[in-house]
């Protein structure tokens, strides 16, 4: 059967990879190659000029021969004896080089080249070797934990599919496990009947410390090839390393110096084993039993009695326990009086502002109306002006959010008070009348003169300010007169009157007006003559301008006649 292409490819790689080792004094030869590729062994023998015909065989195990391929020297032809094994897989080239296709682990034998003359049988033994590569390594029934102190299974390294057989070797960081009380591994080999190649698989037994926490676990599989040894590496594996705890801790939620009345607080208990603790015992101020919770404790709505000295513990070692000291923080604020307070004018009002805090620092801060006051507010005689809202604030800088504040409204009342005055106008013309009115709540301010009883509605109000504001009046009397206001709130009512005299400088205004008269008229009737005699002057120059133009015709027409006598004389 003559080889194709792809066995010729096959040949010419399995001959550059192959090492032909003869041995001295035997005439051994080994040729080395890959499973699956193409087996290639030269005959080494020259071949005689009587050559009859060569043949190649090999020997079972206890030295019988089997032929399996036979070429003539003279007709060319090739003949393939009927080994099973060895159906469709032979190809005798004419320098007698046998071939076999695919080779298998069973390939592994001792064949003879034969040359056989008429008087003689030459005969060159080869050795085949067949080598497989294994599959790369992979770690399997990896350990979901691993625990300190106990001797654990870690995994296994299994490598399929070599021949001839493998090592497989474990490392923990890069570093060869060599076998120990701490390491410890069994090697299992099974053979595939078939293709007979080999599966290794390497069991870890391992002894695990806190020290192996995100340490990385590898395997390799040592084997020989064609070309010599080589080495192939697993892919790196962690493992999630338990350990007990050995430290308990507490941690308070918000942080222990901003607590104060009215907040929550979280205790959080963590051991720092791993898997960390879900349980655990509570100890809270003046209560001796734990209580059993989850690794979190919340106290709602604390108050200043819940200040002391909290504890937790694992539940199964009372004696690893961790503490803190918490103070909840508190501000009282007191103000007397509070709330709506009316007073009367004049009256005394003692205010007070006390202060009672879990630290000693607090400031005090006083407001009158949305702003702030230099000092205290005290009152020995109330005035309107003292009136308004009053807040007295206090905050604790340390701790967030603690604050009080508490208000006052004060109202000043007071009956009506009034203080009438007058002023005369430079002209003497009119006088302007002013009530002044002071009171709370405002008075309402009335006008009348005495005598008709009328009232006065046309005055002018200033804005009411602490308590007081005025309104006046102008007038301009020809007779003496009495003005009365009349201030009037939920209080009393208050009434005061003016005497107001006639205007003195009357006569002399009365003189001034018929002097003003007396002026106009006379500038009207000048202004009269002076248009009656530029009438009568504009009327004459037209009378005379008519005469003038008259007088001018007469003499036009004398010269005219003067002239028609002499021509009639000539």
Known sequence: MAPTAAHSCRLVVSLLISAAVLRPGFGLYTVNSVYG??????????????LMFGKWKYEKPDGSPVFIAFRSSTRKHVQYDQVPEYKDRLSLSENYTLSISHARISDEKRFVCMLVTEDNVFEAPTVVKVFKQPSKPEIVNKAQFLETEQLKKLGECVSKDSYPDVNITWYRNGKTLDPSEDVVTTLQRQVDPVTQLSTVTSSLMYKT???DIKIPFTCSVTYYGPSGQKTIYSDQAFFDIYYPTEKVTIHILPPKNSIKEGDNITLKCLGNGNPPPEEFLFYLPGQPEGIRSSNTYVLTDVKRNATGDYKCSLTDEKSMIAATTITVHYLDLS??????????????FPVSCTISSSIKNATVVWLKDNTKLRSRPSFSSLQYQDAGNYVCETNLQEVEGLKKRESLTLIVEGKPQIKMTKKTDPNGLSKTIICHVEGFPKPAVQ????GSGSVINQT???PYINGRYYSKIIISPEENVTLTCTAENQLERTVNSLNVSANENKEKVNDQAKLIVG???GLLLAALVAGIVYWLYMKKSKTASKHVNKDLGNMEENKK??????KTEA
């Open 460 to 462: 002018e109000e200033s």
């Open 335 to 348: 103000l007397n009086p509070s709330g709506e307070i009316t007073k009367q004018i004049g009256d005394a």
């Open 561 to 566: 006649l003067e002239e028609n006598n002499h």
């Open 37 to 50: 590729d193409t087996i290639v062994m030269p005959c080494r023998l020259e071949v005689p000029q009587t």
């Open 519 to 521: 002026i106009v008229v």
């Open 447 to 450: 006008w009348t003169i005495t």
């Open 209 to 211: 410390t806190k020290n």
